[in-house]
C-alpha cells in the first residue's frame, strides 16, 4: 500500500512538472502559429540579424504568456505590454543569440518595432535567461 501510494505521488509531481514545462510553450507555438506571416521577417528591423533559426511570438495584443526575463528593465517592459503591441524572440542561426522584439501596432494596422532586447549571447555581450527557456 505504501509503494502505490509513493509511486501516485511521484506520477503527480511528474504531471505538475511537466504541465509548467509544456502549458507556456504550447501558448506559445499556438500564437506563433496564428500570427507567424506578420512577423516572420520582421527581425530585419534592427539590422542586427542577417538570418534566423526560429522565433516565437510571445504576446499578441494582450494574449500570451508572462515570459519571466531575468533582467529588470525587459521584464518591466514585457508586464507593461498594451493591447495594441505584440513580443516575438528571435534566435539567431546556429543559437548564437536571441532577442526580443517588442512591436507597436500603428493607426493603420501595421508594425513598427518599438524596442527590442538582446536576451542572451555567445559573444558574452548580453547574458539574461527566460523562462519558458530558448535556445
Same mark, same amino acid.
Given at each position: 500500500?505504501?509503494? &502505490? ?7 503527480? %509531481?511528474? @504531471?505538475? !512538472? ?8 504550447? *501558448? ?10 506578420e ?6 528591423d534592427?539590422?542586427?540579424?542577417e538570418?534566423?533559426?526560429?522565433? &516565437? ?7 500570451? %504568456?508572462? @515570459?519571466? !526575463?531575468?533582467?529588470p ?5 514585457l *508586464? ?29 494596422g ?15 555581450s ?8 530558448y535556445r
Open positions: 500500500m505504501k509503494r &502505490k501510494t509513493v509511486f501516485i505521488v511521484i506520477v503527480l %509531481i511528474a @504531471l505538475l !512538472v511537466g504541465a509548467f514545462i509544456a502549458v507556456p510553450r504550447i *501558448q506559445v507555438n499556438a500564437l506563433t502559429s496564428q500570427h507567424a506571416a512577423f516572420e521577417d520582421r527581425y530585419k534592427i539590422g542586427y540579424y538570418d534566423i533559426e526560429y522565433f &516565437k511570438v510571445i504576446k499578441y495584443k494582450g494574449e500570451g %504568456i508572462d @515570459l519571466y !526575463v531575468s533582467s528593465g525587459m521584464r518591466e517592459k *508586464q507593461a505590454m498594451g493591447d495594441d503591441e505584440a513580443a516575438v524572440l528571435y534566435v539567431d542561426r546556429n543559437s548564437a543569440s536571441a532577442s526580443i522584439l517588442i512591436f507597436k501596432e500603428n493607426p493603420s501595421d508594425w513598427e518595432m518599438d524596442t527590442w532586447f538582446t536576451v542572451w549571447s555567445k559573444s558574452g548580453a547574458d539574461d535567461f527566460t523562462w519558458p527557456m
